[in-house]
């Protein structure tokens, strides 16, 4: 989910207008917005999650398709796929982003918010744990101590689930990933480039999904008009639109307050699995979310204090002439 500057970079600048607090702004509706996605995806059954995976496929490339054709600019295309290796990070990074797509909306049509929400709390430490296995990155000691924490509540919460929480690490292992090869890829796409690209690698598997269903007959498109079509249409602005809002709040704000600003998703989608939902979540498993929790404050503490050490001017050394 990168755009074309990096988080913090400089934004245009208007006379009375404050960049920082327009992409906190811009920030809090995207975190926002995902956060209420299990409302949303609630209200798609009796279609699956596969037929809810290509629909939203199609219908986001279609959105995102119609927002790169009215800017006219289509030299992003020749430079994501004239090249095997942007073409092989693409698709894996399409891949496991479709792979987090169907196991999210598995888990809401299953009651499972609760546990999907852990996911996203879980993906930090994971990024974090992924920096160290594959890109080789050195940790500070609070990073440590907040993986160690991470992996004690994992532990934990296997034992407490009686099995590993299959559904969470899968979310935060898989956005991870997608967060890896972005990384790979480098911030030279726009919000709606990107994902343009990643639906564009998946349309053929969307195409092939539907197909399959209506050889069934067990499509379910067509049913209850004209709501459900409608519901499943808009999965394509739905999904667009909170990336475009953060793609504008992250060339706006520090990393550190994209960092902060995260956590408002996993929250909200927990709130609305217990409150709205009605799922139940026992004092043991509260105890498993709040070690997670406690990693996160380390984790978050840790950014802070890196910030702004790295903010802080340079002293000249002494005796320096002028």
């Not at 992409?23 to 956060?35: P, V």
């Not at 209420?36 to 490339?61: K, Q, S, V």
């Not at 060339?251 to 995260?262: D, E, F, I, K, M």
Request: aromatic letters at 8%.
């Amino acid at each position: 989910m990168t755009d074309t500057a990096p988080p913090g970079s400089a934004a245009p600048q208007v006379p009375g207008h404050d960049p920082n607090r327009a992409g906190t702004a811009y920030g809090l509706l995207a975190y926002g917005l995902w956060g209420l996605f299990p409302l949303y995806f609630h209200l798609l059954p009796p279609a699956g999650p596969l037929e809810i995976l290509a629909h939203r496929i199609l219908w986001t490339l279609l959105v995102c398709g119609g927002l790169i054709a009215a800017g006219r600019n289509l030299d992003w295309v020749r430079k994501v796929f004239n090249r095997p290796r942007n073409v092989a990070l693409v698709t894996v990074a399409s891949l496991v982003l479709a792979l987090n797509w169907v196991v999210y909306v598995a888990a809401v049509a299953a009651h499972n918010v609760t546990e999907a929400s852990l996911g996203y709390f879980l993906n930090p430490l994971v990024t974090v744990a992924l920096g160290v296995v594959v890109l080789r990155e050195r940790l500070r000691r609070l990073q440590w101590l907040a993986v160690g924490i991470g992996c004690v509540a994992a532990l934990y919460l296997t034992v407490d689930f009686g099995r590993p929480p299959w559904v969470a690490i899968t979310l935060a292992l898989s956005f991870a990933t997608y967060g890896l090869m972005k990384n790979r890829i480098g911030a030279r796409l726009t919000a709606a480039q990107s994902l343009t690209s990643e639906t564009l690698a998946l349309a053929p598997m969307a195409v092939g999904i539907l197909a399959v269903l209506a050889a069934r007959g067990s499509t379910t498109f067509t049913s209850d008009a004209p709501w459900h079509p409608a519901l499943l249409a808009i999965s394509g602005p739905v999904t667009a639109l909170p990336l475009l809002l953060f793609g504008a709040a992250a060339r706006r704000v520090p990393l550190v307050t994209v960092g902060l600003l995260q956590f408002i998703t996993p929250v909200l989608q927990l709130l609305c699995g217990v409150l709205l939902l009605g799922e139940h979540l026992g004092l043991s498993r509260w105890v498993g979310f709040g070690m997670v929790w406690l990693a996160l404050v380390a984790l978050t503490v840790d950014s802070v204090r890196s910030a702004r050490s790295r903010s802080r001017p340079v002293p000249e050394p002494a005796g320096m002439p002028g």
